[in-house]
């Protein structure tokens, strides 16, 4: 595992991440930014293009992943079974075909399988960031601590 992923010294935090695709990607910038308070004290990551505008945005250092179609949306699934990731923000486009449709799938089926929430628009991204839970890193934990996907509960 590569020692930029490791988890930071002290205070827990939230660990989400970030995807958007092509059209979605202004949408996404302009969320960071009016949401950068509370994303600035989030350990992020986040795939490449989408990771480079969020960094630029949030003015603090983020874990970049591979460009979703070249892997980082099956890294963030991977993140997700590891139990690494507390919330994911996606803005995906449903209209226009994506080469890696098979990862985006997998990456959202994982979240529904391991209980992750996951908002795929502004307003659901709105809503979610706005929840006491979103911050209660006990909350987080307490789900983790049942290390078992959510239909085996």
């Not at 930014?33 to 945005?57: D, K, P, Y």
């Not at 209209?95 to 098979?102: A, E, F, I, K, W």
């Not at 990862?103 to 391991?114: C, F, S």
Request: with cysteine; aromatic share 8%.
């Amino acid at each position: 595992m590569s020692k930029h992923w490791q988890e930071a010294p002290g205070e827990p935090r939230p660990r989400v991440a970030l995807i958007a695709h092509d059209a979605r990607k202004e949408e996404m910038a302009q969320w960071v930014a009016f949401n950068r308070g509370t994303l600035a004290r989030c350990t992020v990551f986040a795939t490449a293009t989408t990771g480079a505008i969020v960094e630029q945005r949030l003015g603090v250092p983020i874990h970049k992943l591979l460009s979703g179609p070249l892997g980082g949306d099956a890294q963030t699934g991977a993140l997700i079974a590891e139990r690494r990731i507390d919330v994911v923000f996606f803005f995906w486009d449903p209209l226009t075909p994506q080469p890696h449709d098979v990862d985006v799938k997998a990456l959202l089926r994982l979240a529904v399988l391991y209980d992750v929430p996951i908002a795929c628009n502004r307003s659901s991204a709105d809503l979610l960031i706005s929840s006491p839970l979103f911050a209660d890193v006990a909350y987080h934990e307490a789900k983790e601590s049942g290390a078992r996907p959510a239909q085996e509960r």
